[in-house]
């Protein structure tokens, strides 16, 4: 076995040096009713060539979005990764370090984490960034429950532009963690009146900008509705190229800010893993989840960066723990970091416009097909259209014309059939004039 | 998983380094920037399209002035992070004995296929008919890590082993609620536990109640006995416990709990342990996580992604969050909405868990097989037994006898020598070795927690030891102050933790002390 470096005559040695007969005596404690005498039944071990045969005979049983002409986006985007990222992620003092407890071993870990946090800060406006989540929607849990400590009120006031399963894992957290929630009708306009539904025991007005169908809006008014009541105002954003372009939540005085950070230095995945961000005002800074790192000196008096505040963390406080994340997502957060580094001031707000021409673009190409209609009134890279049938059936149809449509309202609400006709439709800078084209031709033809 | 080495420390002041270079450079050990410190405006490092000429439809909410963000070419950027990576200690280059933790070899086999164009480049919500090969993979997944168990369900989605917690432990509170009896609010977790179980037991609304470790480090099955009732939800315990070693009378436990109506948790971060050799189920078991990054190999990445699927016991099953896939006439199928016959309690992430995780971990298991998963198991168990062997005279194991896959030591053997247990691993680091766990389980006084996994030969262990035996000795020969000045050898010495928590400074600013404090 490739990674099993004993040979016989090691474990032979290393038991006589133990003192044991054989390996079963180190495992005496083991219940005689749960000792298991032979291997369990699953196939043996295999080499390198069997093994990724195998995989690639899984893999070979996909149609990936690259094959395509792939419009899918709804909180995952396709966006080029340049190669150096995933080149650097993979040098093995990144890939197979731990979590920078012994900071002395983990500058490069824990200097990375400052600047990934600089940078989540920059582009939300906010003035202090954690060192990343699981996802965007844990994140957006983590939100409510960080909302529900501050103001000491435990409602939660959901958007109908949120998406669906950002809505979902809220509720898991607030039916199970015990606080309530208020959760808008799905919104597709972009007409809600949110500040109407806050009250007294309102925690927070969670909010995504721009919503799930892509409609853009000016949360000032909002936020100061929020604060007025006591609440504070949580912005989630999925798709945060759009950052490049809009106006940061920052700057209209959101109070936590999460997202999705997958499009930028990570893959599709399949919907995983990716990295929740989380940012927030300096004054929360004690009532934040997750991991932080932060700038030190040591004994020579040289600036270094060690993991800190963790006086709020479950290792230390245990029951009283902010939270009990005892991760971030390192690797991901790396390649975040990696990506924005890359792209710097210049790139990535050239990569937002690009993103909403394409989209512009093909808004317009779609717009003309009869029975077609453009919902949007304003839009970043990605818009809803309402077809005159059922959308679900349509993207299928669509698949065998090489085209991936985006994502059927059915899809994310099944339980609304008067979504069902919508389609909502992501463009990226990865799209060409010709998927566009196709997507066009195609749908006029299905439809 | 945590380690319980958050207790902050201020250094003593320490001879300084003694070479001084014109560049601050230290041959191989290159003094970094920020990235912020070294960007120029219109400088960058991928080049773009020119967007096309559109009509703005951002409804007047475009962005007004800069962001903040440095201008780097691509060779700069290549050469900060490479310069920053030569910092972190890893798995690829030594021994990293973090116990808990599992640092085992991480095969490159499993990045190469979790890079399959099939495998990473597919979206979440593309149509499912697009996707059969992933939903098979899972269902593949699924299906070692029932078996390897023992165990009749899984919910793949929780993205790190404290969300696997929070999914394991909702699951028991759901069927409680189905029991009528939300009265049950107790959960038991033992003193050694990590400090996710009761920081997830306190977020579901649960109250923790400590119990104790007998002398022998094992629950103390009179006192948790004692503790039982009808207000009891659950008993949260790891196994292999956090000294290292198994309960014996885990089935014993079980069947006291049981028969008092509480379901019982299993924090499965030991799992590589006792794989291919112990199956949970047999042990009386409800729920475990399992944490693909320790016993199935998937990177720890400098703290993450984890990826934490938990195994269900037939009282649990109807419970699996959404979504799950599902193998019919049709193909597989991805379950996304309430169906009859289960009770999903919610949602616990965006998508459907950590599929790059999954891809890697299943390669693992693809090349070990049945009999290299118990091999593994194994050979951990066996090194970490080797190491306890070959120290016990000169370090003091906390507790008698063998160990499973880590070994547990105390600091009498430190005592009086002024030298503490963070001194000793600091001392571990000039060495060239990664520190042990340090300070964790709590119920071991100054705990050094040590996990060699099965990746290391007896050569590298014998040369971990005859560090160890060194610095023992060194201790007990009265030189404190070479501990209390370690490491010296590291691009950084000890650092201000005080400080950092005093006055925080979490983020560049380009008015910041930054700079100056480099200098």
Redesign the interface.
Request: net charge neutral; with cysteine.
């Given at each position: 076995?490739?990674?099993?470096?004993?040979t016989e005559a090691?474990?032979r040695?290393?038991?006589q040096?133990?003192?044991?007969a054989s390996?079963d005596?180190?495992?005496?404690?083991?219940?005689a009713?749960?000792?298991?005498k032979d291997?369990?039944?699953?196939?043996?071990?295999?080499g390198?060539l069997a093994?990724?045969r195998?995989?690639?005979?899984?893999?070979?049983?996909?149609?990936?979005?690259?094959?395509m002409a792939?419009f899918?986006g709804?909180?995952?985007y396709?966006h080029h990764v340049?190669a150096?990222v995933?080149?650097?992620?993979?040098?093995?003092?990144?890939?197979?370090?731990?979590?920078?407890?012994?900071?002395?071993?983990?500058?490069?870990?824990l200097?990375?984490?400052?600047?990934f946090?600089?940078?989540v800060?920059?582009?939300s406006g906010m003035e202090?960034?954690n060192?990343?989540m699981?996802?965007?929607?844990?994140s957006a849990a983590e939100a409510v429950?960080m909302a529900n400590r501050v103001t000491r009120r435990k409602k939660a006031l959901l958007s109908g532009g949120l998406?669906p399963?950002?809505r979902?894992?809220v509720?898991?957290y607030g039916?199970?963690?015990?606080f309530d929630i208020k959760s808008a009708a799905p919104d597709p306009a972009g007409t809600e009146d949110l500040a109407a539904l806050i009250d007294g025991e309102t925690s927070c007005v969670v909010v995504q900008n721009p919503s799930v169908f892509g409609q853009?809006?000016?949360l000032s008014a909002l936020a100061a509705a929020a604060q007025k009541a006591g609440a504070l105002l949580v912005v989630v954003v999925t798709e945060v190229v759009s950052?490049?372009?809009?106006?940061?939540p920052g700057?209209m005085g959101c109070d936590i800010f999460v997202g999705?950070g997958q499009s930028i230095g990570n893959?599709?995945?399949?919907?995983?893993?990716?990295?929740g961000l989380f940012a927030t005002r300096e004054k929360y800074?004690r009532q934040m989840p997750g991991?932080?790192?932060?700038?030190?000196?040591?004994?020579?008096?040289?600036?270094?960066?060690?993991?800190?505040?963790?006086?709020r963390?479950?290792?230390?406080?245990?029951?009283?723990?902010t939270?009990?994340?005892?991760?971030?997502?390192?690797?991901?957060?790396?390649s975040f970091c990696?990506h924005?580094?890359?792209?710097?001031?210049?790139?990535?707000?050239?990569?937002a416009?690009?993103n909403?021409?394409?989209?512009?673009?093909l808004?317009?190409k779609l717009g003309t097909i009869k029975g077609v209609t453009v919902l949007?009134?304003?839009?970043?890279n990605e818009f809803t259209l309402k077809l005159p049938k059922p959308a679900g059936p349509v993207?299928?149809r669509l698949?065998d014309k090489g085209v991936?449509a985006g994502?059927p309202g059915s899809?994310?609400w099944?339980?609304r059939p008067e979504l069902a006709d919508h389609l909502i439709v992501a463009a990226t800078?990865t799209n060409t004039d010709a998927d566009m084209d196709l997507y066009a031709r195609a749908l006029a033809e299905v439809l | 998983?945590?380690?319980?080495?958050?207790?902050?420390s201020r250094?003593?002041?320490?001879p300084?380094?003694e070479i001084v270079t014109a560049s601050g450079h230290r041959g191989l050990q290159i003094e970094?920037l920020?990235?912020?410190e070294q960007?120029v405006?219109?400088?960058?490092?991928?080049d773009?399209?020119e967007?096309?000429?559109?009509?703005?439809?951002?409804?007047?909410?475009?962005?007004?002035g800069?962001?903040?963000?440095?201008?780097?070419s691509?060779p700069q950027?290549?050469r900060?992070?490479?310069?920053?990576?030569?910092?972190?200690?890893?798995?690829?280059?030594g021994l990293?004995p973090?116990g808990s933790?599992t640092?085992k070899?991480?095969?490159r086999?499993n990045?190469?296929?979790?890079?399959?164009?099939?495998?990473?480049?597919?979206?979440?919500?593309?149509?499912v008919?697009?996707?059969?090969?992933?939903l098979?993979?899972m269902h593949?997944l699924a299906h070692?890590l029932k078996?390897?168990t023992g165990m009749p369900a899984v919910a793949l989605t929780p993205?790190?082993?404290?969300?696997g917690?929070?999914c394991g432990m909702?699951a028991i509170?759901?069927a409680l609620d189905a029991r009528g009896q939300q009265a049950r609010r107790r959960v038991l977790v033992p003193e050694s536990a990590?400090?996710?179980n009761?920081?997830?037991?306190?977020?579901?609304?649960f109250e923790?109640d400590s119990i104790p470790a007998d002398a022998r480090g094992r629950v103390d099955v009179a006192a948790f006995k004692a503790k039982l009732g009808p207000d009891v939800a659950a008993l949260m315990l790891t196994n292999p416990n956090t000294c290292g070693?198994?309960?014996?009378d885990?089935?014993e436990i079980a069947q006291a709990l049981h028969d008092a109506g509480g379901y019982f948790y299993c924090d499965g971060a030991n799992f590589n342990a006792?794989a291919?050799?112990?199956?949970p189920a047999?042990?009386g078991i409800d729920a475990m996580h399992i944490n693909l990054h320790k016993t199935f190999s998937t990177?720890?990445?400098?703290?993450?992604?984890?990826?934490g699927p938990v195994v269900f016991s037939e009282a649990l099953a109807p419970y699996v969050?959404?979504p799950y896939v599902v193998h019919g006439k049709d193909g597989f199928r991805l379950v996304?909405?309430r169906e009859s016959g289960a009770e999903p309690?919610?949602?616990?992430?965006?998508?459907?868990?950590?599929?790059?995780?999954f891809?890697r971990a299943?390669?693992y298991?693809?090349?070990?097989?049945?009999?290299?998963?118990?091999?593994?198991s194994?050979?951990a168990?066996?090194?970490a037994?080797?190491l306890?062997?070959?120290l016990k005279d000169v370090m003091t194991p906390a507790f008698e006898?063998?160990c499973?896959h880590e070994c547990l030591f105390d600091d009498r053997f430190l005592k009086d020598s002024g030298v503490s247990t963070l001194d000793f691993?600091?001392a571990l680091?000039d060495e060239g070795f990664?520190?042990m766990t340090m300070y964790?389980p709590l119920v071991v006084h100054g705990a050094l927690l040590v996990e060699p996994t099965?990746?290391?030969?007896?050569a590298a262990l014998d040369e971990f030891v005859a560090s160890l035996r060194s610095l023992a000795a060194r201790a007990k020969a009265g030189e404190a102050a070479a501990f209390h000045a370690a490491?010296r050898l590291?691009?950084?010495?000890?650092?201000?933790?005080t400080?950092?928590?005093r006055q925080?400074?979490?983020?560049?600013k380009p008015s910041g002390t930054?700079r100056q404090?480099?200098e």
């Open positions: 076995m490739r990674y099993l470096p004993h090691d474990r040695a290393m038991l040096a133990i003192g044991a390996v005596e180190l495992y005496r404690d083991v219940p009713s749960a000792r298991r291997p369990v039944d699953l196939p043996p071990h295999q390198e093994v990724e195998e995989l690639m005979a899984l893999a070979s049983q996909n149609r990936p979005a690259g094959s792939s899918v709804a909180g995952a396709r340049p150096s995933d080149h650097l992620i993979q040098r093995g003092e990144f890939l197979t370090s731990y979590t920078p407890y012994q900071p002395e071993v983990a500058q490069g870990t200097q990375m984490l400052f600047e946090q600089t940078q800060a920059l582009i202090v960034a060192a990343s699981y996802d965007g929607a844990t429950l998406h399963h950002y979902e894992t509720e898991t039916r199970w963690g015990g853009i809006r000016d950052l490049g372009l809009l106006k940061p700057a999705e893959a599709l995945n399949f919907g995983g893993p990716y990295v800074v991991r932080l790192a932060g700038e030190t000196v040591d004994v020579d008096g040289r600036r270094g960066w060690v993991l800190t505040l963790s006086t963390e479950q290792h230390i406080r245990r029951e009283k723990a939270s009990n994340i005892c991760t971030n997502a390192g690797l991901c957060a790396l990696i924005l580094s890359l792209l710097g001031e210049d790139g990535f707000t050239q990569l416009q690009l909403h021409a394409r989209a512009a673009q808004a317009e949007n009134d304003s839009f970043f993207v299928d698949v991936l994502v899809r994310l099944p339980d800078e | 998983m945590d380690k319980s080495q958050g207790r902050i250094p003593d002041a320490g300084t380094a970094e920020l990235i912020f960007g405006p219109g400088r960058s490092g991928v773009l399209p967007p096309p000429k559109v009509k703005d439809r951002l409804n007047g909410m475009r962005r007004q800069g962001i903040g963000l440095p201008g780097l691509e950027v290549m900060h992070f490479t310069r920053l990576s030569q910092k972190n200690y890893a798995i690829d280059s990293y973090l933790c640092m070899h991480n095969p086999l990045e190469k296929m979790a890079r399959l164009p099939g495998l990473a480049d597919i979206h979440p919500l593309q149509p008919k697009t996707v059969q090969g992933a098979a993979l593949q070692w078996t390897l993205g790190a082993g404290a969300h917690e929070f909702i509170r759901a990590h400090g996710t009761p920081a997830t037991a306190a977020s579901l609304g923790v070693l198994f309960e014996p885990i089935v006792i291919g050799r112990v199956r047999d042990l990177p720890h990445g400098g703290g993450g992604p984890g990826s969050p959404l996304e909405t309690f919610g949602r616990l992430k965006t998508f459907h868990g950590q599929m790059g995780m891809v299943l390669t298991m693809l090349s070990h097989g049945s009999d290299g998963i118990r091999q593994a194994e050979d168990v066996l090194n037994n080797y306890l062997a070959r006898g063998p499973m691993a600091k680091i990664h520190p964790f099965e990746s290391e030969t007896k490491p590291t691009p950084r010495r000890r650092l201000d933790e400080r950092a928590a925080p400074v979490l983020r560049w930054s404090a480099a």
